[in-house]
């Protein structure tokens, strides 16, 4: 057996007795301040470990998110009619997607931005209708002219009144012209406003009664809206509520409409008009002149466009009275990020998510009234963050984001004024990645700190000791 003596000799740190010690003033006041020290530099280490540390570096963009970009957004337009808002998306490569619906949402608002009922649901644009014999002349007008005081006085007599609201210059209301009229008096012989009194068909030139086309929120024309009597007022906000139609115009198709009509009225006219089933060419009108659109569409990493704009096939708008004037109240790129993830983020990276909704709560109004044919633009560049954490020897995306600059201009166009979005993507991406931090590195980091004050102390004190001694003996005149 090893004796303890052996063992003894091995130690490493001998013992030397307490009454062959001395201890001092400096040496306490030394050994204080070490302590301090100790404490000091510690709290100091313990700080540098728990604090996270990253790099930033720009790569290639190497996205896990494939060849698309989502693109999410939420627009009001106070003057755009939901009747004709289209959302359209191009790109370089020759992708050009019109009218988006699938994935897009629309809500009639006020001048407040407030909306004033449900989804308003405006189906697919129009890209041809049927009309009639473009040589086909009218020979009696039928169609009632209204003016603002004989519309109101006949919307309320008449258990149906369907307007053709139109503009003298506009193409597409030069072929309705002759199948309206044809149409107006061959219900006028079946159904005599007189003695019947159930439908009259009536007419609006929208360049003589500005006031009246504005009130019913007309902007393409020709725009046949058909009033219900009793319903064209909503007394829960004050906003006209009737039926767009949509079908085809000649004579046969519009007599056929207009029977069906009837058809759901009762033959007493002082009942009110009831709800026909024939609602395959009809839809709910506006109930105002505003527009929200909201929900999100998905793009190729490609430079491109999101356009929104008044679209129709088989009207036509007055450029000179359109407004494209928007808030936009969200725009982001890529996936929607959670609140608690972003903050969550924000630990790594304070500056991060400033950028990614740059344009949310921007307002881009056009105040002059006398410009026309003014298209708003934005130019977006948009480049990825990604945030790599490790953990465990794996790395592990944190979050994905894209952040993008915006610069805005109004411009006058010869085109109908529209709302551009141009968006490119950079190539590049930045990666930022957190750098963890070794709990072994932090032990012998400490160790160092307790082991070298304390040295440093030791040393100090020896020095002082020594110092304070030769004074001493100076003094007594000794010579050593």
Excluded at 12 to 29: M, N, Q, V, W
Excluded at 195 to 208: E, F, M, N, Y
Excluded at 332 to 350: E, N, Q, V
Excluded at 381 to 396: A, D, G, L
């Amino acid at each position: 057996m090893i004796s303890s003596s052996k063992i003894k000799s091995v130690d490493f740190y001998r013992k030397i007795p307490r009454d062959l010690t001395e201890a001092s003033l400096s040496g306490a006041g030394l050994s204080i301040i070490a302590a301090l020290a100790m404490v000091f530099l510690f709290g100091m280490e313990l700080n540098n470990y728990l604090a996270v540390s990253t790099t930033t570096s720009v790569i290639v963009d190497n996205s896990s998110d494939g060849d698309f970009l989502r693109i999410d957004f939420n627009m009001s337009f106070p003057a755009l009619s939901c009747e004709f808002a289209s959302v359209d998306v191009s790109d370089v490569l020759g992708t050009n997607r019109l009218n988006i619906t699938k994935t897009i949402r629309k809500f009639s608002i006020d001048q407040h931005l407030r909306p004033s009922g449900a989804e308003f649901h405006s189906g697919p644009v129009l890209h041809s209708i049927k009309h009639g014999d473009e040589d086909e002349e009218v020979t009696v007008e039928g169609a009632v002219p209204l003016n603002g005081a004989s519309f109101d006085k006949l919307s309320h007599q008449y258990p149906i009144l369907v307007v053709n609201f139109y503009a003298p210059w506009c193409y597409w209301s030069t072929r309705l012209k002759p199948s309206w009229e044809k149409t107006a008096n061959i219900m006028k012989e079946r159904y005599d406003p007189e003695s019947d009194g159930r439908i009259l068909l009536a007419k609006v030139d929208c360049t003589v009664e500005v006031d009246l086309c504005k009130r019913h929120h007309i902007q393409g024309y020709p725009s046949i809206r058909i009033f219900r009597k009793g319903s064209d007022l909503r007394e829960d906000h004050g906003h006209h509520d009737h039926e767009s139609y949509y079908g085809d115009r000649d004579t046969e198709t519009l007599v056929k409409a207009m029977e069906d009509l009837v058809a759901s009225v009762p033959r007493e006219n002082q009942r009110l008009a009831l709800e026909d089933k024939s609602n395959a060419t009809k839809r709910p009108a506006p109930l105002t002149g505003g527009c929200r659109i909201e929900g999100y569409v998905r793009v190729k990493k490609v430079p491109g466009n999101l356009i929104i704009s008044a679209r129709s096939g088989v009207h036509s708008f007055d450029t000179s009275k359109m407004n494209m004037s928007h808030v936009i109240g969200h725009l982001s790129f890529g996936k929607t990020i959670s609140p608690w993830l972003l903050s969550h983020a924000k630990r790594l990276i304070p500056h991060l998510g400033r950028s990614h909704d740059r344009l949310n709560g921007r307002s881009f109004i056009n105040h002059r009234d006398l410009d026309a044919n003014v298209t708003i633009e934005h130019y977006l560049q948009i480049v990825k963050t990604e945030v790599v954490t490790r953990k465990s020897s794996r790395e592990h995306t944190l979050i994905e984001e894209y952040e993008y600059t915006a610069h805005s201009s109004l411009a006058q166009s010869i085109y109908i004024p529209v709302v551009k979005f141009h968006f490119e993507l950079s190539p590049m991406q930045v990666l930022i990645t957190e750098n963890p931090k070794s709990f072994s590195h932090f032990l012998t980091n400490v160790c160092a700190i307790i082991g070298g004050v304390f040295t440093v102390a030791g040393i100090l004190d020896s020095i002082f000791h020594n110092t304070i001694r030769m004074m001493k003996k100076v003094e007594l005149g000794k010579n050593f």
